[in-house]
């Protein structure tokens, strides 16, 4: 080997070294930073005459795409687990603890309990409002309880639109980073940051749509939602997918996606099947749509055919004889009369009567008949004991939300509470499990990424490596003094 043969080995050596200790140096200092893929440097042997050397071929950015996909999967299992443990929270919360103040089911055991007290003394003015304010605070309950699960209804309705803002972001941006990279490589240059930031971008919306990735030539990646619905793909079009969705401000117990006063969801301007079970379910988008259109809807069938048991037991027909086939009961559809063909929506407008309402000077005729043309015997509890009867009568429901069997209206309560209260567990359950899947997921997904322990130890080699050609190019320096010198 000449001497200059030697002195190009020698530089050669010193360029991809100095390579790597940037790379190595960079690989440490972003072991902990999300979305940063491990970078190496790609050499292959230089025979260039009878001298040696190496070509730097390139920086190749490592990932395990596998680990990756099944992450990002999880993400978006993780999030529809997490969404529906917030509802069922928020659902129970509203209902209350079983037994505790405030709850349903103790408004309901007050307004028993205030009946059996009046009963035992129904000259008393103060038992017979304390059995009004009883019944308007269970009739306030079921309101407020509504009221909240619309609530969550119109909440879920916001963050739909929200997340489809998101996905159409995100989708642009990669398609960007798709072109960029693409030149990049073209280019002969290093597109690992562009790499990195792509994966971020992805991984910021994983959570909302199973997600998908596929490499592409030049650096490039197609995204396809878990179903198989084409979100971006260079390879079939250049343009990303376009999603659309029109949020309301308020969100009430008549409407419904079905009946087209909720939005649903459009890709590229053609309706879509808009549910977990459609195209774009599976993360926190479908388990919104389950919230706003399923479980939000069951919740207020359920509350609306339990008002509508309460209303029906103390109704025409029932205790009170002085009641017309018309008139309004104790408990009416705020102020009137309850309409059988319009259930919906029940529970928000239940009202006590405003005839015995707290306050006033009424409560009389919850002794002698709400119809009543004036009081009548003090001492006559017939009609409070034939409400505190009409709680207890196991009667069927006119509503199959509560099923087909008679039960009495306490035990249609507790049902409810206890469906409730199963309804969250069963959401703890999924959440537990699913987070405790994607912890794993991205503990593997770390483990396959930086080893700053690794990358210390390849530093040391680079050391040497760099000290050894440098003496290389220095013997040659010396030898070719003498030379110049002879």
Do not use: C
């Amino acid at each position: 080997m000449s001497l200059t043969g030697a002195l190009s080995n020698a530089l050669s050596g010193l360029t991809a070294n100095s390579r790597k200790a940037g790379l190595v140096s960079s690989n440490i200092s972003n072991a902990t930073t999300e979305s940063y893929g491990r970078r190496v440097l790609e050499l292959s042997p230089r025979s260039s005459g009878t001298s040696g050397g190496v070509w730097i071929d390139g920086v190749v950015r490592l990932e395990d795409a596998a680990v990756l996909s099944d992450r990002r999967l999880s993400d978006a299992q993780s999030g529809f687990a997490d969404s529906l443990q917030s509802y069922a929270t928020q659902v129970e919360t509203l209902f209350g603890a079983s037994g505790a103040a405030g709850s349903l089911t103790e408004r309901y055991a007050t307004f028993e309990n205030a009946l059996l007290t009046a009963s035992s003394d129904p000259a008393s003015t103060q038992r017979l409002d304390a059995v009004a304010l009883a019944a308007q605070d269970l009739a306030a309950k079921l309101t407020v309880i509504s009221a909240g699960v619309q609530s969550a209804r119109t909440e879920a309705d916001t963050a739909i639109a929200t997340q489809v803002e998101a996905l159409n972001s995100a989708l642009s941006r990669v398609d960007r980073l798709n072109v960029a990279i693409s030149d990049t490589v073209l280019r002969n240059g290093d597109a690992s940051s562009l790499m990195d930031e792509r994966q971020r971008v992805i991984d910021s919306v994983s959570g909302i749509v199973p997600l998908r990735s596929v490499q592409r030539d030049r650096g490039m990646v197609a995204l396809y939602a878990g179903s198989g619905t084409v979100l971006l793909d260079p390879d079939i079009n250049s343009a990303p997918a376009v999603l659309g969705f029109t949020p309301v401000a308020t969100v009430t117990s008549d409407m419904t996606q079905d009946n087209g006063l909720l939005s649903g969801i459009t890709l590229n301007g053609k309706a879509i099947r808009a549910s977990n079970a459609g195209p774009l379910g599976g993360g926190t988008l479908g388990a919104q749509l389950l919230i706003r259109d399923e479980a939000g809807v069951a919740t207020q069938v359920a509350l609306d055919a339990l008002a509508r048991d309460l209303i029906d037991r103390f109704g025409p027909g029932g205790p009170d004889a002085t009641l017309g086939a018309t008139d309004a009961g104790l408990f009416t559809d705020a102020g009137l009369a309850f309409d059988p063909g319009d259930e919906t929506g029940i529970a928000g407008r239940i009202r006590i009567n405003a005839l015995v309402a707290p306050g006033g000077a009424g409560s009389w005729r919850l002794r002698d008949g709400l119809g009543a043309a004036a009081t009548g015997a003090v001492g006559d509890a017939t009609l409070i004991n034939g409400y505190a009867d009409a709680l207890e009568a196991l009667r069927t429901p006119a509503s199959i939300a509560l099923g087909t069997g008679p039960k009495s209206f306490g035990q249609h309560v507790a049902d409810l509470q206890s469906q409730v209260a199963m309804s969250r567990v069963r959401a703890d359950s999924e959440q537990s499990f699913s987070r405790a899947q994607n912890t794993a997921l991205r503990e593997l997904e770390l483990s396959k990424g930086v080893d700053t322990d690794a990358e210390l130890q390849d530093l040391m080699l680079i050391e040497q490596h760099y000290a050894a050609n440098a003496r290389v190019m220095t013997v040659v320096d010396e030898l070719m003094q003498r030379l110049l010198n002879i």
